[in-house]
């Protein structure tokens, strides 16, 4: 298998992406590694380090899509970057998946543009993974559209129950539309009439119906569905939230001696704790509708969160998750909307 990787995309690229790519080609040996990016800074980065030639290749790419750049201009006008370089990889059937923690408008506005939408899908969707008390609970749509309609919501579940039998191994995944209670008569008419279509539509094999906020922590459904511009508001507020709580923690647990002596006894449980809720182990977040595995990764990935990107990658790849998925959207014909 092999996966382009945008090395030049993130906060903290080229470093970080290459290291990650090292810790996955030591970890797994059936895949091979494309770093796409500026070749001279990609041989300095690998300078020295541990890995095996075969399975990590250089691409040059001469540009570079900044961070706060238009994306479908930079698309467009920056042919020569790493980001449209890797997705052409994709494209050309030369990589069977690609991975960026670079401009998130960018990598939405190349998939679009480079690999297009898979037939019968009407929007792409981003699907995070939430902890929770069951493991995890899936999420979507998280920033791509903000202007969802009921027919869009519909695809999505449709598309994360896909996901979740394939990668999550949920045979039977338990979908939650997300409103302000319960009753299917709460929410706003866009709540209301997708109710009305996850209940009809058979391809949605356990609608569990309405959920609330707190259902996505509590284990109680497997893949939460709302509009991009909610979902990226939960996203951007339990990132503040858990970055709020371990701070005060730290203070609480630093204000005497007895509050230290007390951390010491605690260290490896708040370790364990934090690391249920580090973005960095999930790596990367599948945009799901276009024609081809893309993962997005977090702005500010460190290599950890790239060498777990690279296994949702893997993941995903190895799921077919493309195929399936628009196998199951002509199946029988185009679901209800």
């Known amino acids: 298998m092999r996966i382009a990787l945008d090395a030049m995309g993130g906060d903290r690229a080229p470093r970080e992406i290459v290291a990650g790519a090292i810790l996955a080609s030591q970890q797994y040996n059936d895949i091979e590694l494309l770093l796409v990016g500026r070749e001279a800074e990609l041989k300095e980065?690998?300078?020295?380090?541990?890995?095996?030639?075969?399975?990590?290749?250089?691409?040059?790419?001469?540009?570079?899509?900044?961070?706060?750049?238009?994306p479908?201009?930079?698309?467009?006008?920056?042919?020569?970057?790493?980001?449209?370089?890797?997705?052409k990889l994709l494209k050309e059937k030369e990589a069977d998946a690609f991975i960026s923690a670079g401009n998130t408008g960018a990598v939405m506005a190349g998939s679009l543009l480079i690999l297009g939408r898979l037939k019968g899908i009407?929007?792409?969707?981003?699907?995070?993974?939430f902890p929770s008390a069951g493991g995890q609970t899936m999420v979507m749509d998280n920033g791509a559209n903000i202007d969802s309609k009921p027919?869009?919501?519909?695809?999505?579940?449709?598309?994360?129950?896909v996901y979740a039998r394939q990668v999550i191994k949920k045979s039977r995944p338990r979908v939650g539309l997300?409103?302000?209670?319960?009753?299917?008569?709460k929410g706003t008419q866009l709540v209301k009439d997708t109710y009305e279509l996850l209940t009809s539509e058979?391809?949605?094999?356990?609608?569990?119906?309405?959920?609330?906020?707190?259902?996505?922590?509590?284990?109680s459904c497997d893949l939460v569905v709302c509009d991009g511009f909610i979902g990226n508001i939960i996203l951007k507020t339990t990132e503040g939230v858990a970055s709020y709580i371990f701070q005060l923690l730290k203070n609480?647990?630093?204000?005497?001696?007895?509050?230290?002596?007390?951390?010491?006894?605690?260290?490896?449980?708040?370790?364990?704790?934090?690391?249920?809720?580090?973005?960095?182990?999930?790596?990367?977040?599948?945009?799901?509708?276009?024609?081809?595995?893309?993962?997005i990764s977090h702005g500010s990935s460190d290599s950890l969160a790239i060498l777990n990107a690279i296994k949702v990658a893997k993941e995903t790849a190895a799921g077919k998750i493309v195929n399936i998925i628009e196998?199951?959207?002509?199946?029988?014909?185009?679901?209800?909307?």
Request: positive net charge; aromatic residues 6%.
């Open 45 to 70: 980065e690998l300078a020295g380090k541990d890995y095996s030639a075969a399975r990590i290749t250089i691409i040059n790419a001469a540009e570079v899509i900044g961070m706060d750049e238009s």
């Open 72 to 87: 479908s201009k930079a698309i467009r006008q920056k042919r020569d970057s790493s980001l449209v370089k890797a997705l």
């Open 178 to 185: 997300l409103s302000i209670g319960e009753e299917k008569e």
């Open 151 to 161: 027919e869009h919501l519909l695809q999505y579940a449709l598309m994360g129950q």
């Open 327 to 337: 196998e199951e959207i002509i199946k029988d014909g185009e679901i209800n909307g």
């Open 202 to 219: 058979q391809k949605i094999t356990n609608f569990i119906g309405n959920v609330e906020g707190r259902d996505i922590f509590n284990g």
């Open 252 to 295: 609480m647990l630093n204000s005497n001696w007895r509050a230290k002596m007390g951390a010491l006894l605690l260290k490896p449980y708040l370790k364990k704790m934090k690391e249920k809720v580090d973005y960095r182990q999930y790596g990367g977040a599948p945009l799901l509708g276009v024609n081809g595995v893309v993962i």
């Open 122 to 129: 009407k929007r792409p969707s981003i699907l995070i993974n």
